[in-house]
């Protein structure tokens, strides 16, 4: 498998991974944080868990440490 491909898929399996602990949509307001996830790094594997929050209806921001995303 490519390494981007598998970069992807850890991504989105680090969000299900997540799920299956208890985070669920509306858990970081109910924290009181601005968000349910945090993605950082704008990679294949952010890029993939963000998409992977957008498609379980979780709140998610992506920063990135480069001036430009990935
Ligand atoms: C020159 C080159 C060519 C390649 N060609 C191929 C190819 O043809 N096919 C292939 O399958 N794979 C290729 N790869 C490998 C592929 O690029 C990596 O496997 C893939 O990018 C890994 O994805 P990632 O999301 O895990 O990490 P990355 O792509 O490295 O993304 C991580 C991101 O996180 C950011 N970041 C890091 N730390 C922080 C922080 N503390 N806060 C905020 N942001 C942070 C980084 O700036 C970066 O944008 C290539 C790699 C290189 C270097």
Redesign the pocket.
Known sequence: M??????AN??TAAVHHALARGLAPGIGQGLGASHDVVI???????LSAALACAELGLSYIV????REF?
């Open positions: 490519s390494q981007i491909k598998n970069a850890i991504g950082a790094g704008s990679g294949p594997a952010g920063i990135e440490k480069q990935a």
